[in-house]
């Protein structure tokens, strides 16, 4: 069965980092675009970052860029993504996801916690 | 860049058809075929339904189509079934090479 696990998450304070990680169990996504899309409570999802195939070029949006970077290593099936300068509004479920194609797969979501 | 717009909630009566819309821009679902809808139930992973506007992915119901018109896509569901009832969200592709979601629209089964 076709996997993406996540790891990392939970609660960090204002201005602080933290690094998730997705292991993805099939081969195949070593060829796909990576995203990450989050989901703050209760609210709607929002696309936050894609990274390439190769791993050579990532995408952000404009209220990550600068603070987020997106990485891949293929040789260890993981996407990853640093995150810095966290802020209140980060708060949210973290997605890994194969995003767009036909046997997309998303990975079971990270929360992370950034408290007022 | 804002979210695509769709209206916040649809309702129909089992058996019948809705439609829900997602509005964008020149620089998104006007200019490009990666468009794609997702359904989610609370507290779980979104569904790919509809990939480049107009694909279903296997195992998806056939009940489940997409279109597009301009700066519009529109996710129609026909014979709305109570397992339909969950959140829709639209995705485009964008000229800024990133990617867009709609505002979510709740679907009600009455």
């Known amino acids: 069965e076709v996997h993406l696990e996540e790891s990392g998450g939970g609660l960090v304070q204002p201005g602080g980092s933290m690094r998730l990680s997705c292991t993805f169990s099939q081969l195949t996504f070593s060829h796909y675009w990576m995203h990450w899309v989050r989901q703050a409570p209760g609210k709607g999802l929002v696309w936050v970052s894609r990274?390439?195939?190769?791993?050579?070029?990532?995408d952000y949006a404009d209220f990550v860029k600068g603070r987020f970077t997106a990485s891949r290593d293929n040789a260890k099936n993981t996407l990853s993504l640093q995150m810095n300068s966290l802020r209140v509004e980060d708060t949210a479920v973290y997605y890994c996801?194969?995003?767009?194609?036909?046997?997309?797969?998303w990975g079971q979501g990270l929360l992370v916690t950034v408290p007022s | 860049q804002s979210a695509l717009a769709q209206p916040a909630s649809v309702s129909g009566s089992p058996g019948q058809s809705i439609a829900i819309s997602c509005t964008g821009s020149s620089s998104d679902i006007g200019s490009s075929i990666f468009v794609f809808w997702y359904q989610q139930y609370p507290g779980k992973v979104p569904k790919l339904m509809i990939f480049?506007?107009?694909k279903r992915p296997s195992g998806v119901s056939d009940r489940f189509s997409g279109s597009k018109s301009g700066n519009t896509a529109t996710l129609t569901i026909s014979g709305l079934q109570p397992e339909d009832e969950a959140d829709y969200y639209c995705c485009s592709f964008t000229e800024s090479y990133t990617h867009i979601f709609g505002t979510g629209t709740k679907v009600t089964v009455l």
């Open positions: 990274v390439s195939p190769d791993g050579r070029s990532a």
């Open positions: 996801v194969s995003l767009g194609y036909s046997d997309e797969v």
């Open positions: 480049e506007g107009t």
